[in-house]
Every structure is written in structure tokens, then in C-alpha cells.
């Protein structure tokens, strides 16, 4: 016993304290950086999923993979390390030259108050991988780790849709996934959520033009949250779902 306290105050405190205003790495691509005073011929045809597009010069987050071929090739692009990137409403993931990242992370997630009454205090939510890669997978499940520690927000995952508050979605929503995911759905009590996580979710991202996609769900059920990212980053899912059942900005 006195062994592992020891090693316990050894380690410290190993969880992010201050989680909305969490350091990233400046490798980390996030926000991006419009110029539209530079030259954009040398970006032509390079984005992978049309995400980038030149007239007027514009980037949609919901397509983007921030894979950074883009900025590699041309300087009217950039990405900084800017890691709140969901929005309740999905055109405001359209990125102008104009768009600054201050302004953005105060207008794009619309806190409503029945949403802060009803999930507020605790969030369950069901995750749904309809046909992901698991990239986006993986870094959900180290929300829940020692250093993100989402379960301190009141913030889960249930294993049941039947224990759920909502659903997150991953992946671009394959035919063989569609029914599971509306049946997810239709178990999920009433009042609910329904969040997209990552480019696929959100647009399809590199596989939105597969035919072997069923995304008809999305017309049929609103969405109240996009989440941007290829994975997304367990500070931006967090903090993305903090913003919008917490009005304390």
C-alpha cells in the first residue's frame, strides 16, 4: 500500500488540468490559415477531397483531412495548431480568408438552453463506427484515458443505446453499417443527440464518392454537432462537447 502511494505522488498529476485551455503541439495541424492575397495556381487539383477550393479561396473542414498537401505546395494556405474546430452548424466549417480563429471558437458552437437543463450536469453517449478506420475510434477511447479524462465532465460512453443520451458517428456510413446505425438510433430514449466525428462522418471525407455508401440516414435525422478532424483530436471532441452542453464559454 505504501508502495503505491508513493509511486502515486511520485507520478503527480497526470491528467490536463485546465482542458479548454490545453497546450498542443505546434506540429499539430488545426485551424487553417487563409491568404487571399497569395498565389493559388500551385493548389490546383491537390486537395484529396476537394475539401480546398480557389474562387472564392475557401477550405470545408467537414471534407478536410488536414493532411497538409495543400500548404505544402501553397502559401496562400496554412494550418495552425488552433485544436476547437466543431460547429452546430455545418456551414460555418467553410473556412474563408477572413475567417478568424478567435471569432470562430465564439460563434460556431450554438449552446441552446434546454440542451445545458437537459445534459448539462451528465452526458451518455452511444458510439456508432459506421465503417470507420478506426482512427477516429481510438482517439474517442483516450477521451476516457488518465490524461484527457472525460468522465470528470460527467462526459461517457455507455455500451447500450438503450443507456444513451445520444450517439457519436464515425466513419463515412457504409451500405452494410446503415441499418445498424438507424437502429441505434430508434433505441436511443428520447431527448437525444446526434454527433458526426471526423471528415468521413461529416462528409465522407476520401470516400465520399464510394458507391458503397448508404448516408441516406443523414437526411432523414438532424445533426447537432460536427465535429472536424482526420482522426479527431481527444481536445477537440472534448472540448466540442463541452461547448455545446455548457453555456459557460
Known amino acids: 500500500m505504501f508502495d503505491t502511494l508513493k509511486t502515486r505522488i511520485f507520478q503527480g498529476k497526470q491528467y490536463i488540468k485546465d482542458i479548454k485551455n490545453a497546450s498542443i503541439s505546434e506540429s499539430f495541424r488545426g485551424f487553417p490559415v487563409l491568404h487571399s492575397n497569395m498565389d ?37 494556405v496554412e494550418f495552425s495548431n488552433g485544436y476547437k474546430l466543431a460547429s452546430t452548424d455545418r456551414e460555418k466549417l467553410v473556412v474563408t480568408a477572413g475567417t478568424k480563429y478567435e471569432d470562430y471558437i465564439k460563434s460556431a458552437v450554438e449552446t441552446k438552453k434546454e440542451i445545458v437543463k437537459i445534459f448539462g450536469r451528465s452526458l451518455k453517449l452511444r458510439q456508432v463506427s459506421a465503417g470507420g478506420c478506426n482512427g477516429c ?23 447500450s443505446p438503450r443507456h444513451a443520451d445520444g450517439i457519436v458517428i464515425t466513419g463515412p456510413i457504409t451500405k452494410n453499417m446503415a441499418y445498424a446505425l438507424e437502429d441505434c438510433y430508434k433505441s436511443t430514449p428520447e431527448p437525444k443527440i446526434v454527433v458526426l466525428c471526423g471528415a468521413c ?15 441516406e440516414f443523414l437526411d432523414k435525422y438532424p445533426v ?14 472534448i472540448n466540442a462537447i463541452l461547448s455545446y452542453i455548457n453555456d459557460k464559454k
Do not use: W
Not at 201 to 213: N, T, Y
Not at 224 to 237: A, E, K, Q, R, S
Open 40 to 76: 493559388t495556381s500551385s493548389c490546383e487539383g491537390i486537395c484529396p477531397t476537394n475539401a480546398l477550393n480557389l474562387n472564392p479561396l475557401s477550405i470545408d473542414m467537414g471534407k478536410c483531412t488536414f493532411c497538409g498537401a495543400c500548404a505544402k505546395v501553397c502559401k496562400a
Open 137 to 159: 475510434e481510438m482517439e474517442l477511447n483516450a477521451c476516457s484515458n488518465v490524461n484527457f479524462d472525460m468522465g470528470r465532465f460527467g462526459i461517457d460512453f455507455v455500451a
Open 201 to 215: 462522418a461529416v462528409s465522407g471525407g476520401i470516400f465520399q464518392a464510394s458507391a458503397e455508401l448508404n448516408r
Open 224 to 237: 447537432d454537432l460536427y465535429i472536424p478532424g482526420c482522426p479527431v483530436h481527444p481536445l477537440t471532441f
